[in-house]
């Protein structure tokens, strides 16, 4: 099977910010990328880096750049509108936030490898957590596009975190650990009704680990196919350093190039080492 993969160009490109938008906990943004691919696939990612003030300044060195999923891509007349869903948690994404229209963006991506078509038979179900959702909103639009509108269910922190689910359309189902915005409850008790409701289904899922080795036993239990886009801490993005890397029955695989979209029947776990969201 061919994999939905899009290759990289090697080097590191600029892309302008052209769109900077605030939705409540998160931050939506936009940048045209002239010189990319025109077909990222859902699910892969961008390592992302200012071009200005990255890092401490003076004689500090940088950071290094940060991985997000890419979660819109629109063809425009003059190259590829990437918008990316972020969450302010540390210094990177909180430069990153705080970039304005007409900034620079340095880009490297897409990278890794996407969602998969659901299994014979199956319809998708889209299950984000927090900011796990931002993969789930480019591979919505190509389902719908493709097959017709998925189910997709969101679990959020609050009503500010919430606010992103406005991005998925009056059909999205949302429920909040506070119960501010539909029912109190945990995306997870979403994903058990709707397998009860109709159990033919592939489960397509992001968001903290626990979300995800909830999603991943649940799956396992009642024999579902389920892709997990997962996280764990990169530094090169691109296969080199083996920082990111996960066991598998098939033994350890980069998340970078291998991931971030697993197979969830090879993983005896989801809970990655090291990551802290
Ligand atoms: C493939 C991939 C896709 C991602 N997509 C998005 C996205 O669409 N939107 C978004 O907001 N974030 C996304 N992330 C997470 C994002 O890369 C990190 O939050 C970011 O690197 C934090 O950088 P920082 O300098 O702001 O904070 P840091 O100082 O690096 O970290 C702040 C806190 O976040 C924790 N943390 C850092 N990186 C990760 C990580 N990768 N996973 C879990 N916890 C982490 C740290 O333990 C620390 O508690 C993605 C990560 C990966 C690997
Ligand atoms: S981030 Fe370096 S090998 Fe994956």
Redo the contacts with the bound molecule.
């Keep these: 099977m061919n994999e939905p993969r899009t290759l990289a160009p090697p080097e590191r490109r600029v892309a302008t910010v052209s769109g900077v938008e605030r939705l409540g906990a998160y931050d939506l943004i936009t940048a045209l990328d002239r010189f990319g691919p025109s077909d990222p696939r859902p699910g892969q990612f961008y390592m992302l880096a200012a071009a200005r003030e990255w890092g401490g300044g003076g004689d500090e060195r940088p950071y290094l750049p940060r991985a997000f999923s890419y979660a819109r891509a629109r063809v425009e007349s003059d190259g590829l509108a990437l918008s990316f869903l972020l969450e302010a948690v540390g210094p990177g994404t909180e430069r990153l936030s705080a970039l304005a229209p007409e900034e620079d963006l340095a880009l490297v991506g897409p990278l890794g490898v996407g969602f998969r078509p659901p299994a014979d038979g199956t319809r998708p179900v889209l299950v984000g957590g927090g900011i796990g959702a931002a993969p789930l909103l480019c591979w919505q639009e190509e389902l719908a596009a493709n097959r017709g509108s998925p189910a997709v269910r969101l679990g959020f922190r609050s009503a500010a975190h919430a606010q992103a689910a406005a991005l998925f359309g009056p059909s999205a189902q949302v429920v909040t650990d506070d119960g501010s915005v539909g029912r109190q409850a945990l995306v997870t008790e979403l994903l058990a009704t709707e397998l009860d409701d109709d159990p033919r289904a592939t489960i397509y899922a992001c968001g903290p680990p626990q979300m995800l080795e909830a999603v991943r036993a649940f799956c396992a239990e009642r024999e579902v196919p389920a892709q997990l886009a997962m996280e764990s801490?990169?530094?090169?993005?691109?296969?080199?350093?083996?920082?990111?890397?996960v066991p598998t029955s098939n033994g350890y695989v980069?998340?970078?190039?291998d991931g971030p979209v697993i197979n969830a029947a090879v993983l005896e776990t989801a809970l990655v080492a090291g990551t802290g969201h």
Aim: aromatic letters at 12%.
């Design positions: 801490g990169m530094a090169c993005g691109f296969g080199a350093c083996f920082g990111c890397v980069r998340l970078c190039v």
